[in-house]
């Protein structure tokens, strides 16, 4: 009863919740981002929900950049803090901006995904990612 009431966390198991986040929602991600990558590769007009006013085209490109290369740097754990803001904007613009009428349940998966990605911006890669090994100093032991 004692542990379950526990406040404190074992970093261990942060490091290793970190990686399999990180690992899940780039897998659920792609299943978004590669069928907009496929449009957008298959040439000929795009039609995409034009939601930022910059043209079919150019939403589709920033919506696949998103999903698809910033998801890959989460999913290694390169750059990830600064990988997620592109997504963090995608799902606010998904949100409420593509969905902004729908009701509550369209926007529910977007929002899910907002705050995965907030908390992969504030707790970081973890140790199990290339951030980590980047910032590990010769000789020191973390």
Known sequence: MRRTLKTGFNQQHLDLWLLLLRVLVTVFMFTHGFPKFYKLMAGGEVQFRDVLGMGPAVSLSLAVF???ICSTFVLVGLGTR???IPLII???TAAFVAHADD???????PLLYLFIYITVLILGSGKYS???LLSVKPNSKK
């Open 66 to 68: 998103a999903e698809v």
């Open 82 to 84: 600064l990988a997620t």
């Open 90 to 92: 995608t799902m606010l």
């Open 103 to 109: 009701p509550f349940g369209k926007k529910e998966l």
């Open 130 to 132: 290339i951030d980590f």
